[in-house]
Nanobody, 119 residues
Framework: QVQLVESGGGLVQAGGSLRLSCAAS????????MGWYRQAPGKQRELVTTITSRGSTDYADSVKGRFTISRDNAKNTVYLQMNSLKPEDTARYYC?????????????WGRGTQVTVSS
């Protein structure tokens, strides 16, 4: 069974940095596409960034130039380095693992970690 456990969230002042981690187990991590999503109170969950199994990355416009996703396949871990944080980055951040089996998409989610940015 796939398990994703996020860590690294917390309270930070605007302009500060945080590094989130997502440890995966029960999966062939190196073949999964990984991503970070976030959900603020009263809003829908939105995509922040993704990294494919081959290391290609994509970012939401709102975080480009400030956030960096990376992965360490040896540690089954994906990271999200967040710099120049803004109050609007406040949300619960969720790790996602995605795989395709015979053309069918499977998504797995962690429970999330809270990021709060004070102004």
């Amino acid at each position: 069974q796939v398990q994703l456990v996020e860590s690294g969230g917390g309270l930070v002042q605007a302009g500060g940095s945080l590094r989130l981690s997502c440890a995966a187990s029960g999966t062939i991590f190196s073949t999964d596409d990984m991503g970070w999503y976030r959900q603020a109170p009263g809003k829908q969950r939105e995509l922040v960034t993704t990294i494919t199994s081959r290391g290609s990355t994509d970012y939401a416009d709102s975080v480009k130039g400030r956030f960096t996703i990376s992965r360490d396949n040896a540690k089954n871990t994906v990271y999200l380095q967040m710099n120049s944080l803004k109050p609007e980055d406040t949300a619960r951040y969720y790790c996602n693992a995605r795989r395709f089996i015979f053309g069918v998409q499977y998504d797995y989610w962690g429970r999330g970690t809270q990021v709060t940015v004070s102004s």
